[in-house]
């Protein structure tokens, strides 16, 4: 069970590459690598809490009024985290502003909250948080930092919005005199950066398949 | 005496989409050696990298597709598609550029969607466009033409320039382009007559431009006769324009070019005559072909009047192409004998 649930969230039913949830703060904040682990920790920790917290109530909850409690829920929990953001990250706030508060809106929250958490056990469900939350998380640093290499020629600028002053040593900067692939920046960069990393998945997947089909004799014959 | 018995059908049709491709590129000699003659050989060499690479491109991809290289090479479409994307780039551009414009134009605008026939856009007006919001600085670049700077920009030092190995003593002659100056001009309320008192225009529109485009214009003319395009797109797309900026030029002369500034300036006869008429990715029906025209007309003026870019004939053509299915749809011609 846990093993499936690992797997599922991480790749088989990742929730920006195939269940495809959750764009619209994935393609607007991936410009760089910093502000998509910025958006994907809090998205996973929102994760973690609404279905564990979902997962504990499941049993008092009329099926009837659900979703708008789930809602309610769900709204709490990101309450806090913008809280706590403005508290001790405000710099990495400020750079991500209305997608803190807008985390309620996305779909694969409440889709997990009434998918799994709402009909499962909540170290189960906690579990499935985490997972979908890191396989999220996944995406958005893969995404961020595809597009802050091509299009600002830097990874990893602003960390020190993350971790403090002295992460400003992490930044890379792989060529000073790089003028900037714009496109890479601006919003079309980032249905180009999705949908290949989208189609790079379904081929691996594909591959798989077609080694699977090799190696077992018996769907040969 | 016998004769040969001939089944039909008996009219041939010798018009193969290679013969279509060069009927293009002769069409577009006037204009190019119009281009050369008052910006330099340099756009020359910048056709030279665009083709190249666009061969170098479409052989990759097809041998990725596991398709037949040679006939898909030899069908010339990727020599027009170089070809036209280098007429649209500054006169004098890196060779790095025009590598990210063609390489996009090919992978993204046409093989990505299966190929020459199934690319909904122009793939030189993607790869244009690509440019044209990734590289703002060196896309507008544009240097003055020869009788204005007095330079002639030798083969030598363009080839240096290209490759970006010579001294850049040019970015002294690069100037905005006639649609860019007017348009600057206006926002800053200077009156029509006075923007026109400026070196950089001629008789009808911008010294060296008129020419280019009459060239375009002639190149055009010639792919009608020979029907390798059609008439609707030209005279639905020029007549839009110029009827628009004809109404706003009527009203008031001071504050609007004239139609005639407005054909000779910029992509418009080019688009109008060699982009807009891309038999793949325009209209199919007749009567689609002159709302298809008519609606680049009006983008164009709309874009280069109150739109951030001088010029609007690529995102005008791109725009219009999204609508060509739902364009195609309401002008399916009636099967003979419905009602």
Redesign the interface.
């Known amino acids: 069970m846990n093993k499936e649930i690992t797997q599922n969230g991480l790749w088989t039913n990742n929730v920006a590459l195939v269940q495809l949830l959750g764009l619209c703060p994935l393609l607007a904040v991936t410009n760089n690598t910093i502000n998509g682990i910025g958006l994907g920790v809090a998205t996973m920790v929102t994760l973690i809490l609404s279905n564990t917290l979902v997962s504990l109530i499941r049993g008092f909850i009329r099926s009837e009024v659900r979703l708008p409690v789930f809602v309610l829920i769900i709204a709490c929990v990101v309450t806090v985290i913008e809280l706590l953001m403005k508290a001790f990250f405000f710099d990495l706030f400020l750079v991500l502003g209305i997608f803190i508060p807008l985390i309620v809106t996305n779909c694969a929250i409440i889709g997990r909250a009434e998918g799994f958490a709402s009909r499962n056990p909540v170290g189960a469900s906690a579990l499935d948080g985490f997972m979908m939350g890191l396989g999220f998380l996944g995406v958005l640093a893969l995404l961020g930092a595809m597009r802050e290499i091509i299009g600002s020629g830097t990874l990893l600028a602003n960390a020190d919005l993350m971790f403090g002053k002295p992460a400003k040593a992490l930044t890379i900067t792989f060529n000073e005199d790089y003028s900037g692939f714009l496109l890479a920046i601006l919003p079309p960069g980032a249905f180009f950066g999705l949908a290949i990393l989208i189609a790079a998945k379904n081929a691996m997947g594909v591959r798989a398949k077609d080694r699977d089909t090799l190696i077992d004799p018996t769907l040969n014959t | 005496m016998t004769s040969v018995i001939v089944s039909s059908p008996y009219v041939s049709q010798s018009k193969s989409l290679r013969r279509l491709m060069i009927n293009v590129i002769i069409g577009l000699i006037p204009g190019t050696l119009a281009y050369a003659w008052f910006f330099g050989p340099s756009i020359m060499i910048n056709i030279a990298i665009a083709v190249l690479f666009a061969l170098g491109f479409e052989a990759v991809i097809l041998w990725l597709r596991k398709k037949s290289i040679k006939p898909h090479l030899n069908d010339y479409s990727a020599v027009v598609t170089g070809w036209l994307f280098a007429l649209c780039l500054p006169s004098h551009s890196v060779w790095w550029l025009i590598v990210?414009g063609i390489g996009f134009a090919m992978i993204?605008g046409k093989h990505l969607y299966g190929g020459l026939g199934f690319n909904p856009f122009n793939p030189a007006m993607v790869g244009y466009v690509?440019l044209l919001?990734?590289?703002?600085?060196?896309m507008t670049s544009w240097h003055l033409p020869i009788p204005m700077s007095g330079e002639t920009y030798g083969l030598v030092d363009s080839l240096k320039f290209v490759l970006g190995i010579g001294d850049s003593t040019w970015d002294a002659f690069t100037a905005a382009t006639p649609l860019d100056h007017v348009k600057t001009a206006l926002r800053q309320d200077i009156p029509i007559s006075e923007i026109f008192q400026a070196p950089l225009f001629g008789k009808l529109g911008g010294i060296g431009w008129e020419w280019i485009s009459a060239g375009w214009l002639i190149g055009g003319l010639w792919l009608l006769i020979n029907k390798t395009i059609r008439w609707h797109i030209p005279v639905a797309l020029l007549g839009s324009l110029g009827s628009i900026a004809w109404v706003f030029y009527l009203i008031d002369a001071e504050t609007a070019t004239s139609p005639l500034f407005h054909w000779l300036s910029g992509g418009a006869m080019l688009g109008a005559f060699f982009i807009a008429t891309d038999p793949v990715s325009a209209a199919t029906t007749n009567n689609g072909r002159i709302y298809y025209g008519i609606l680049i007309g009006l983008l164009v003026y709309l874009i280069r009047n109150w739109g951030g870019y001088p010029d609007g004939v690529a995102f005008a053509v791109l725009l219009a192409n999204m609508c060509v299915p739902l364009i195609d749809y309401y002008t399916q011609p009636k099967v003979y004998g419905a009602k």
């Not at chain 2, 919001?133 to 060196?138: R, T, Y």
């Open positions: 990210v993204a690509v919001i990734s590289f703002p600085k060196e």
